[in-house]
Each structure stands twice: as structure tokens, then as C-alpha cells.
């Protein structure tokens, strides 16, 4: 069939190939042919479409062919299922509609070549080829929508020329073997498998790998000129992905193996965003202007090498986190930490030099989960809006990091405060806390603080070496101090204490609160033991003997130490009575009545069993 005038079929049935092998049923279309029909073909509706080569002449206005197909069936589409549709538009400025109407599947056994600049309004669905065999051709896809694509089915489009997605989109697997442009509001979308693109990408609102679908991409490219990289479950490989421009960021939630250099935006998004790039390295922060943002979603960073100098910037949320799994990242003091609410998790030496802010409507969390370092350097600058928990095996302030603001530094494990810091802000102590440096229980320090609040579950470390100034650790609080818990006494070197030495470990402005309620954990040297004297404004050591029957030891004997002896070393109980304070037997030689001895131990124990459930609730 020739079509040399516009023409149009209004029937029920159009059969335009007969049946027979492409090659055979050849039509050429130099005017446009509109077919309204009830359905295309007779043999088998439900499984037969158009087996045959159609050649669409389109040469513009000046020479006068403007050759078109335009198919409308009531069940909106209808299959070419072999053969060819060749598109030829001479006039390369301008963009020739050669399909239009219902959905077209284009089968697997089935090929459009677009010779110049072609355009198909209806919507493909393409198992077959699309080849755009010109560097100067194009062939547009401006059928569908954004919510209801064009489908790459396992298809392939290629060519020297490029594919153009226009106010549409294309969605699915296959492979595009040609440079591919959308038009700023178009979408491109892996799903369903792989689809892989090996030419440019460009001008698009979104590239979306959906929860089945992987993007692999061959050539680097950036967003600033692709568009949003979306991720909604899937996955994104193959070549170096640029996110350069803050409004076009990766975000979303699902997996990046391919290598990333973010001078943008890196955004997780409703769940977890894992950023691997399998066994290269990711440039976090770009030129310095990186960002990272957990606001909506977790992020997990992994690096094949250590990342020295982060220098961008940090953003998480209440109920999230950013983990950096497995390499070191260390913050510089141009980096910005912003945690308002969330958790920034780390398992390997980490390193901060950076502005830390907390803020938000809850407490932030920073963790590290190894036994590394977690360092707030001598450069970092804490601003708390909100309290900072800092859990990590061995974490350390050092004595030039600078704090403020009206909430409060936590301690969940183990903390050090480098000597020299000034601490101006609230200090509160769930755990273990020592003075000096980094290396536990192997130094000095005098610190700081505006306050002090240790708990039942705390342990302040105080280190000796020797009775001079900076021979031992000391602790001046500026306000109250609250304390509970337990004070370890720890011996350095090869001093050795004699009776009736004497420290200040601890001066407060306002005073103690709770200190009787301070366990002692100290050694026993030469018998020879601490005592804790508890002052106004002070916590004073003094050396003194030490009593078989203070089996803490902790300088006093008390219901616990008749506890103990009770279980294990019965023999040692009227000892025990001799030496506790306030016994009836202290002072004088004689022995109760049996009666009056069973009661008075059993009303002490009482006591003691009381005293110890009051201080655990």
C-alpha cells in the first residue's frame, strides 16, 4: 500500500499484512494514514499484530510529503510484531510526528529506524530495536507520562544518534546503546531488571532505580546534567556518578556501588541508603561542599580506603543515623556535623575535628561501636542545643576542643578528658570517666567543668602518682556537683602511699550533692588503704589502714563488708563488730548477750539490704 494523500480508514478490521512475512506486505506513507478501526488484523486477534515494513516519508512543508501512521482501536493498543518501520525526516531542524494513537508494542522480532528527527506520540512498548543511526538523528519518545511510561521490555535502543524522552518517560530493562535526553520534567527508570545505558544521559526531572530495577550506567556522568538519582529499593553501578549541583542530589533509599564524587547532595530516603562503591574509594565531600542527610532515611557509607580530610558537611535527624561502616573518616575543621535528634556511628578510628552541633527536640548520639579511638580534636567547636550521648570504648576530649551551650555532654561507656579542658557546659557520667589522656588509666590531667552529675552507674577514675601539684588527677566543677556511683582509685608508677597522705581530687563552687552515696574502689598497698573524706565544697583522699574486715576495701566496714564475710570468712564477724562504727561492741571488750547479738545483726543486715535497694532504684 501507497499513501501519497492524507487519508483515513474508518472499519471495523484492517488487515494490513495479509498474514504473510515481512518483506512481502511493504507500504510506504508519503501522507498521513489515520486507522480507526475495532481491531487490527483477522487471523487471531488476541495473539496476532502487523508483520510487514512500513517506510514514513516525512520531508517537511517545503517539499511536501508528510508522510504519518495514527492507529486508534477501542482496547487502546495494538502490536507491530516483526518487520520494520522505517521513519525518514529530511529536515533536521525540525522533528517529524510519525506515530501517533493507541499504545504500540514493538516486538521482540520487530525494529524502528529513525532517519533525521522523528517523533512517535503513542505510547511503545519496545521488545524489539529502536535504532537512531545518524549522529544527527533523533528519535523522541513523547507518548504516555511520567505516571504511565513508554516500557522497555528487554529491548534495545541504539545508534550514533540520540533518544529523546519528551514530557514522558521510559521505565523498564534493556539496554540503550545511544545518548539519551529528556526534557526537564521527563523521568527514566530501571525496573524490573537491569537496564543499562551506555551513552549520556541528560535533561531529566529524575533516573530512578526502583526496588527491582539496577541502573548501570558506563560512562561518568553528573547530576547537575542528568537530574535527581533516585533510588526506591534498587540499585545504581557502573561508572563515576557526579552529584555537583545542591537541587539535582542521589537520594532515596537502596544501594550505590558505583563510584561517587559528591560536590551536591547525598540524601537517604525512606529507609536505608548503603553508599558502597566495591572495592574503589567515594570522594565524600568533593571539593569541600559535600553533604550528607539523614533526615528521612539511614545512611551507610563504606570506603575501600581511608577518607582523611572530610571537610563537608553532616546532617541527621531524630530516629536516624549515618554509620560509616567499616573505614576511617576524619573530619576537618571546615566540616559541619549537624545532629538534631539522630546518631552519627562510626567503627574505626575516628577523628573530629569539625563544628558539632546538637539541636532538635531530643537528645544526639555519637557512637563509636570498635575499640578505636572516637577523638574530638583540638580543633572542634561543640555548640549543644540539645544533650550529646557520646558511647564509644575509648573516646577523648581533647583540651583544645571548644563548648558551649545550655545542655549537657553524656558519658554512656568510656570517657577521657584531655588535661587543660576547660568544660563549660553540664557533664553528666553513666559510665567510665577518666582524666588525662587517650591512653587509659595511664595519666594526668586537671580539668574544668561547669558541672557534674555522676549516676549509680558511674565510675570517675582518679589516677596518683605522687602528693605534688599535676602528680594527680583533679576534677574543679564551677557549680554543684552530684555525685553517686563509684570513685576507682588507681596507683601509677611505683609510688607508694603512707599513712595519713592526703589529696583533693574534687573543689565545687556550690557544693556536693549525694557524695555519701560514693562507693570507694581503692587498692590496698603495704596494708595501707584510701578513705574518702566527703567536704562542703571538696572530695579529699587520706591514706589508712587498712581492716581485714573492710572487704571492698573502700576505707569504711559497713553491712556490705558483713555481708561478704558472712558467706565467705563467718570467723571474721567479731571482728567485724569491734570495727564497724557505732557497733555496741566498739570500744569495749565485752560480749552481748547471744539474743541481743542475733537481733542487732539481723536489724544491720535489714539495713543493709535496705540501703542497697534505695541506691539501685
Excluded: K
Excluded at 112 to 140: C, H, K, W
Aim: proline share 3%; aromatic share 4%; net charge negative.
Amino acid at each position: 500500500m501507497r499513501v501519497d494523500a492524507e487519508t483515513t480508514l474508518n472499519v471495523a478490521i484492517v488487515d494490513l499484512d495479509n498474514g504473510v512475512s515481512p518483506g512481502v506486505n511493504s507500504h510506504v506513507l508519503n501522507a498521513p494514514l489515520v486507522v480507526n478501526a475495532d481491531a487490527i488484523d483477522t487471523l487471531n486477534p488476541v495473539v496476532d499484530g502487523f508483520d510487514g515494513d512500513i517506510e514514513i516519508n516525512n520531508n517537511g512543508p517545503i517539499i511536501g510529503d508528510l508522510g504519518a501512521l495514527t492507529v486508534n482501536v477501542p482496547s487502546g493498543s495494538w502490536r507491530f510484531d516483526s518487520g520494520t518501520i522505517t521513519a525518514n525526516n529530511s529536515s533536521r531542524t525540525l522533528t517529524a510526528t510519525v506515530l501517533d494513537g493507541s499504545d504500540i508494542s514493538v516486538g521482540a522480532s520487530a525494529e524502528i529506524v529513525s532517519n533525521g528527527n522523528t517523533e512517535s506520540a503513542a505510547r511503545l512498548d519496545i521488545q524489539g530495536t529502536i535504532t537512531v543511526p545518524d549522529s544527527d538523528d533523533s528519535f523522541t519518545l513523547s507518548g504516555g507520562s511520567p505516571a504511565t511510561p513508554n516500557q522497555l521490555q528487554g529491548g534495545m535502543i541504539m545508534g550514533d544518534g540520540e533518544l529523546v524522552v519528551s514530557n514522558s518517560a521510559l521505565s523498564g530493562n534493556g539496554t540503550i546503546d545511544a545518548d539519551i535526553d529528556g526534557s526537564f520534567s521527563s523521568r527514566l527508570v530501571a525496573d524490573n531488571g537491569t537496564l543499562e545505558v551506555n551513552g549520556s544521559i541528560d535533561d531529566f526531572l529524575e533516573i530512578e532505580a526502583t526496588n527491582d530495577g539496577v541502573l548501570d550506567v558506563a560512562l561518568n556522568w553528573a547530576t547537575g546534567d542528568a537530574g535527581d538519582v533516585v533510588l526506591t529499593g534498587g540499585e545504581v553501578t557502573g561508572a563515576t556518578i557526579h552529584s555537583n549541583f545542591l537541587l539535582n542530589p542521589i537520594r532515596g533509599h537502596g544501594l550505590v556501588t558505583a563510584r561517587v564524587v559528591n560536590d551536591g547532595s547525598i540524601r537517604a530516603e525512606g529507609g536505608t541508603l548503603v553508599l558502597d562503591p566495591s572495592g574503589t574509594a567515594n570522594d565524600w565531600d568533593g571539593a569541600g561542599n559535600g553533604r550528607l542527610h539523614a533526615t528521612s532515611g539511614d545512611m551507610i557509607l563504606r570506603n575501600f580506603l581511608t577518607f582523611a580530610s572530610f571537610e563537608g558537611r553532616i546532617v541527621v535527624a531524630a530516629g536516624h543515623e549515618v554509620f560509616v561502616d567499616g573505614f576511617r573518616l576524619s573530619h576537618s575543621n571546615d566540616a559541619l556535623l549537624e545532629l538534631n535528634g539522630g546518631t552519627y556511628r562510626t567503627n574505626d578510628l575516628t577523628s573530629l575535628d569539625a563544628s558539632i552541633t546538637t539541636g532538635g527536640s531530643g537528645p544526639s548520639t555519637i557512637q563509636n561501636d570498635s575499640s578505636s579511638l572516637l577523638v574530638f580534636g583540638n580543633n572542634s567547636t561543640i555548640t549543644l542545643n540539645q544533650n550529646l550521648h557520646i558511647d564509644a570504648f575509648n573516646a577523648v576530649i581533647r583540651s583544645g576542643a571548644t563548648t558551649s551551650g545550655v545542655s549537657a555532654v553524656v558519658n554512656d561507656r568510656h570517657l577521657t578528658l584531655s588535661d587543660g579542658l576547660g568544660l563549660p557546659v553540664a557533664l553528666a557520667n553513666n559510665s567510665l570517666l577518666d582524666v588525662g589522656s587517650e591512653d587509659v588509666d595511664s595519666s594526668l590531667g586537671t580539668v574544668d567543668l561547669d558541672s557534674l552529675t555522676q549516676t549509680a552507674m558511674g565510675d570517675l577514675t582518679i589516677d596518683i602518682l605522687g602528693l605534688g601539684s599535676g602528680q594527680f588527677d583533679l576534677l574543679m566543677v564551677n557549680n554543684n556537683a552530684v555525685l553517686d556511683g563509684t570513685l576507682s582509685v588507681n596507683l601509677l608508677g611505683s609510688f607508694t602511699p603512707v599513712l595519713g597522705n592526703q589529696w583533693t581530687i574534687l573543689t565545687t563552687s556550690l557544693g556536693l550533692i549525694d557524695a555519701d552515696d560514693l562507693m570507694l574502689d581503692a587498692p590496698v598497698v603495704n596494708d595501707l588503704t584510701f578513705d574518702l573524706i566527703v567536704n562542703a565544697q571538696s572530695l579529699v583522699l587520706e591514706v589508712i589502714e587498712a581492716l581485714d574486715t573492710d572487704t571492698e576495701p573502700d576505707g569504711d566496714v559497713d553491712g556490705t563488708d558483713f555481708l561478704f564475710l558472712q558467706r565467705n570468712n563467718p570467723a571474721l564477724i567479731p571482728q567485724w563488730e569491734l570495727d564497724y562504727p557505732g557497733s555496741p561492741l566498739t570500744g569495749s571488750q565485752a560480749v552481748p548477750e547471744p539474743v541481743a547479738s542475733i537481733l542487732y545483726l539481723s536489724a544491720l543486715l535489714l539495713f543493709s539490704c535496705f540501703r542497697q535497694t534505695a541506691r539501685a532504684q
